[in-house]
């Protein structure tokens, strides 16, 4: 069963770059045929939806974050990656990284919160 | 964009109760729809996919059902461990989330 964990600062100032990786952890993140992606929760909110990455790295993002939304993938340490910039309050969020099982979340890992505030 | 519209937001039960959300999308997406449980602090559960398969693992008290713009979760006799909140999520184009309907103890 696949296990994911996300890391990356749980605080980061307005205006900066949010940085987040998800390491993959029971099996390779080039198996199969299937993207990874990030979902994430303000605080006593919803799920937004950010976006997902495909092993050999073409990627589609929300459409309201494109523009400053980046995911890669590095296969060499079974990991995948998201950058959002020029970050506001509004950012501030728990972050999951998940499994896109052909588009439906089959597994999650157990989120990250990150505060924007200077 | 498609959006998705979950009702209600809340909804009281109690345990032995029959409950049922419904989800609507804003233009047809083809039975591509999930359903999830979410506890507080905890990630996601996934619980049904493809808008009728029930994942493994998952109780045979839910259920999903419908097609076109129109879907529905249903958890046919309420357990303890069922109160939560229960988010839809289109994967037609790409992917949305409803708004999400907790299901809280009456």
């Known amino acids: 069963q696949l296990q994911l964990q996300e890391s990356g600062p749980g605080l980061v100032e307005p205006s900066e770059t949010l940085s987040l990786t998800c390491s993959v952890s029971?099996?390779?993140?080039?198996?199969?045929?299937?993207?990874w992606g990030w979902i994430r929760q303000p605080p006593g909110k919803g799920l937004e939806w950010i976006g997902s990455?495909?092993?050999?790295?073409?990627?589609y993002y929300d459409p309201s974050l494109k523009g400053r939304v980046t995911m890669s993938i590095d296969t060499s340490k079974n990991q995948f990656s998201l950058k959002l910039t020029s970050v506001t309050a509004a950012d501030t969020a728990v972050y999951f990284c998940?499994?896109?099982?052909?588009?439906?979340?089959?597994?999650w890992g157990q989120g990250t919160p990150v505060t924007v505030s200077s | 964009d498609i959006q998705m519209t979950q009702s209600p937001n809340t909804l009281s039960a109690s345990v032995g109760d029959r409950v049922t959300i419904t989800c609507r999308a804003s233009?047809?997406?083809?039975?591509?729809l999930a359903w999830y449980q979410q506890k507080p602090g905890k990630a996601p559960k996934l619980l049904i996919y493809?808008?009728?398969s029930l994942e493994s693992g998952v109780p045979s008290r839910f259920s999903g059902s419908g097609s076109g713009t129109e879907y529905t979760l249903t958890i046919s006799s309420l357990q303890p461990d069922d109160f939560a909140t229960y988010y839809c999520?289109?994967?037609?184009?790409?992917?949305?989330f409803g708004q999400g309907t907790k299901v809280e103890m009456k």
């Open positions: 998940a499994y896109d099982s052909s588009g439906y979340y089959r597994y």
């Open positions: 029971g099996g390779s993140i080039t198996s199969g045929s299937y993207y």
């Open positions: 990455i495909y092993y050999r790295g073409s990627t």
């Open positions: 233009q047809n997406i083809n039975t591509w």
């Open positions: 493809k808008a009728s």
């Open positions: 999520q289109q994967y037609n184009s790409f992917r949305t």
